[in-house]
C-alpha cells in the first residue's frame, strides 16, 4: 500500500509503494544538522505528485547525491544517490532516500533506526 509524504508547507508531495522495513539516521553533517530519518527505495518505487518546480536541489562534496527540499518552507524531502552500499558509487543502482519523518499516517516508532556513522565515513 503506498504511503504518502509531504513538507510542513504542503507544497513537496511524494509517495512510496510501501512502508519502510527499517529508517537509517545518518552522522554526517549535512543529515544530522536536517534530522531526517532516510528510508531508501528504488526510483521505481518513489512518485513525486507535486510539481518538479517546487523541489530545490543541494550538491554537496562529491556532487554524486542530489539532496532535495521544499523550494517553500526548506524541508528536506528526498535524495537520489548511486547505491554506495560498497563504498564506492554504482551509478547502475540507483537509490531513493526518503525522509521518513515526512510520511503521512505513518508510525515512525514501530520500525527499527539503524546508525550509520557518516560523520567518520565521508
Known amino acids: 500500500m503506498p ?4 513538507c510542513h508547507c504542503g507544497e513537496t508531495v511524494f509517495e512510496v509503494t ?13 543529515c544530522a544538522k536536517r534530522g531526517a530519518l532516510w528510508a531508501y527505495y528504488k526510483p521505481a518505487q518513489f512518485r513525486l505528485l507535486s510539481p518538479v518546480d517546487n523541489v530545490a536541489t543541494y550538491l554537496w562534496g562529491s556532487r554524486t ?5 521544499c523550494a517553500n518552507c526548506g ?3 528526498y535524495t537520489e544517490s548511486p547505491d554506495w552500499s560498497t563504498g564506492k558509487p554504482d551509478f547502475d543502482n540507483p537509490k531513493v532516500a526518503v525522509n521518513a519523518r515526512l510520511f503521512d499516517d505513518f508510525d515512525l516508532d514501530a520500525v527499527p533506526v539503524n546508525v550509520i556513522d557518516g560523520k567518520n565515513l565521508w
Do not use: Q
Request: with cysteine; hydrophobic share 30%.
Open 65 to 69: 547525491v542530489k539532496h532535495h527540499f
Open 75 to 77: 524541508c528536506g524531502t
Open 3 to 6: 504511503i504518502e509524504a509531504s
Open 18 to 30: 510501501e512502508a519502510p522495513a527499517s529508517v537509517t539516521r545518518c552522522t554526517c553533517s549535512l
